[in-house]
């Protein structure tokens, strides 16, 4: 292609390093906040003004920022249940029926043992605490394991069955907490019953105790792929499942480790939300939004190339800019979905931008034609 | 009793438009994993647009339109730049499902027109579908650019040395195939279901998406495959229709959901492909790349 005096040439990559991989991801998301200016200016908001009112209530406000670390624990977690699979080839995006699953485990664990609303039960608090989190985690890993022997036996298409998951959940938590469900609230308001207090997990300086958990989730992840030999095995298949059989790596193994750890990861972000997170102690009735919410993983993970620990900043970041686009919402009286159109547009320049891992764009003075 | 079977054909129309514009993308080598996306796409443009101007023509070319907009960008994706395609669905999808939340929101709530006539409770779209399908099959299978289709789903190099243009080619059927799509959404929106609330597909586009692996890639048995899923669905919905006093109208929601991954697990199997053969484009999924 020619533009003026000068020829554009692409080139193939045969690799990139992980600083080029964060500079393409860093541009990548600049421009799609930019293009995300466009709706603050069709609403008559000057981008400027929404970006500083989202940026100063995610990060610096002193009630903002602990429900921006809310977030960002909860798609760090979905985050690592997506980064699993995907680094052995495999794509999960059943966090959100995962996570749903988890707090259903968590909440039947509660309500088994009498820890539902104003009930003593009959266990110390800590105990509970630690069998509901065992609760969310078989939750998670049971309805993880599906897809994983589906694609492991048969090579069944894991993108269907994990969304086919997310709707099955969907509605199972529905039956559970609305209509008079087994876990609904006393309210009678289709939600689900409160957590009695001793169950409530103490927090650390305003913020669960499940914040600690993700960091030190993410960097054992990070040694599990840089240093084992299972996380060998994993990324071996994921560059070439017909070698790794070849080397004597099991297919239905690996696709059922990796998709049952990615729901134990999911059903942790489903027990941090609902039964960790100060204030809500219930699945509440907009339980939905927080499925949505877990799509942010995908990008996450996408973004950090599979990268536990690079997650965690990309966490952070759209943690804070779903939660503060809800609160610009309301002042700026924007539309309803700010942060779900920034959803779309992150996801979909980045796309664009896989592009630039792939090629390398040359410039130079056109010779002369002849 | 009637009005069951009524409703499950006017639901199966949309899987089956949908779903055909998928195997049409399909069959020449492109997947695209964001049918659901590239629905609500229509279905919310479609849903806008004839809201505002009171027509119901213009809604449904708005969500061709923005279809074949959607479609092309796929192919944009796939075939110029030549990245996965499973992540350029996903793109698609996340793009539509974030993109239409935020711009429909404002329209949420009933379209407001009267209602597209049907015979006897059959949406004339119903007809349309079962038309459209044999077109495609005919196209497909009984004309010289339907060979070109499939053969650069097969094999694109031997397609491009017969003189096959296999960009043009694939460009073509990802444009048609999104035109299908957002013509289903527009479908859903402007005539199943004339109200516009946020994600409402829920599940739709994933359907139909499974149904194009249960199709074997053959029109005909797509067309079979969405009556039964239609009714299903249908089913889900109005369980009350065909059954008095039955389990939580939650649970039947599952159902379709249920039976999608068991039919998916049954036509992966070992036994299933040996006896049935598999019809899968050979070059499904690939990029083509001209040397």
């Known amino acids: 292609m020619k533009l003026g005096r000068y020829q554009i040439k692409l080139e193939k990559k045969s690799g990139f390093t992980g600083w080029q991989a964060a500079v393409i991801s860093i541009v990548a998301i600049l421009f799609a906040l930019f293009l995300v200016g466009f709706i603050f200016l069709q609403a008559g908001v000057d981008p400027a003004l929404g970006y500083q009112e989202i940026f100063s209530y995610a990060f610096l406000n002193p009630f903002g920022l602990p429900l921006t670390l809310n977030r960002a624990v909860f798609l760090l977690f979905c985050s690592f249940a997506f980064i699993v699979p995907i680094r052995a080839g495999l794509w999960n995006i059943g966090m959100a029926g995962q996570a749903y699953a988890g707090a259903l485990g968590a909440f039947a664990v509660a309500l088994a043992l009498g820890a539902k609303g104003s009930q003593t039960p009959s266990l110390p608090g800590g105990a509970l605490v630690g069998l509901m989190i065992l609760g969310a985690m078989l939750g998670g890993m049971a309805v993880g394991a599906i897809p994983g022997i589906l694609k492991g036996k048969f090579n069944t298409n894991e993108i269907v069955t994990t969304m086919m998951i997310n709707f099955i959940m969907f509605w199972l938590v529905a039956y559970m907490i609305k209509e008079g469900g087994p876990f609904m609230g006393s309210g009678g308001e289709g939600e689900g019953f409160k957590l009695t207090e001793s169950v409530r997990p103490p927090l650390f300086k305003d913020t669960p105790f499940t914040l600690w958990v993700s960091l030190a989730l993410a960097a054992l992840l990070y040694i599990l792929f840089a240093r084992t030999k299972i996380g060998y095995q994993i990324r071996a298949f994921g560059s070439s499942p017909a070698a790794a059989r070849y080397a004597g790596i099991s297919p239905v193994k690996i696709s059922l480790l990796v998709f049952v750890a990615g729901g134990l990861l999911a059903g942790l972000a489903g027990y941090h939300y609902f039964a960790a997170v100060p204030g809500l102690y219930k699945i509440p009735k907009n339980y939905g939004d927080f499925g949505d919410l877990a799509f942010y993983g995908i990008i996450c993970g996408l973004i950090s190339q599979g990268n536990p620990l690079a997650s965690i900043p990309l966490a952070l970041l759209f943690g804070g800019l779903t939660n503060g686009g809800r609160f610009v919402q309301g002042k700026l009286q924007l539309g309803f979905g700010i942060d779900y159109a920034l959803l779309g547009v992150v996801m979909i320049i980045l796309v664009a931008f896989q592009f630039f891992f792939r090629y390398r764009i040359i410039l130079k003075k056109a010779e002369k034609e002849n | 009793m009637w009005e069951f079977y009524a409703r499950s054909f006017n639901a199966s129309t949309i899987f089956m438009v949908a779903a055909l514009g998928e195997l049409i993308g399909q069959r020449a080598g492109v997947m695209n994993v964001g049918v659901e996306g590239a ?241 899968k484009p050979e070059a499904l999924g690939m990029p083509y790349e001209k040397d």
């Open chain 2, 39 to 279: 629905m609500l796409f229509g279905a919310t443009i479609g849903f806008i647009v004839a809201k505002t101007t009171g027509s119901y023509l213009l809604g449904f070319l708005a969500a061709i339109a923005v279809g074949a907009a959607i479609g092309a960008l796929h192919g944009f994706f796939s075939i110029t730049l030549g990245g996965d395609q499973v992540v350029n669905g996903m793109g698609i999808w996340i793009l539509g499902f974030g993109l239409t939340a935020y711009i429909g929101y404002p329209y949420t709530g009933p379209l407001g027109l009267e209602r597209i006539p049907s015979v006897a409770g059959i949406s004339p779209f119903f007809f349309l579908g079962i038309v459209l399908i044999a077109v495609a099959w005919f196209v497909l299978f009984k004309t010289n650019v339907g060979l070109k289709l499939r053969s650069v789903g097969e094999n694109p190099s031997v397609a491009e040395v017969s003189g096959v243009n296999v960009v043009r080619t694939r460009y073509l059927s990802v444009i048609t195939s999104g035109m299908f799509m957002g013509l289903a959404g527009g479908i859903y929106a402007l005539d199943y279901n004339p109200v516009w609330n946020y994600n409402f597909l829920m599940g739709w586009g994933f359907v139909a998406l499974a149904l194009v692996f249960f199709s074997m890639w053959n029109p005909f048995i797509l067309l079979g495959g969405s009556v039964l899923f239609g009714a299903l669905w249908q089913l889900s919905l109005n369980p009350e229709l065909l059954f008095e006093d039955t389990v939580s109208r939650y649970i039947w929601r599952t159902v379709p959901f249920v039976v999608t991954i068991g039919a998916l697990a049954l036509m992966s199997t070992q036994w299933f492909s040996s006896r049935w053969g598999a019809a």
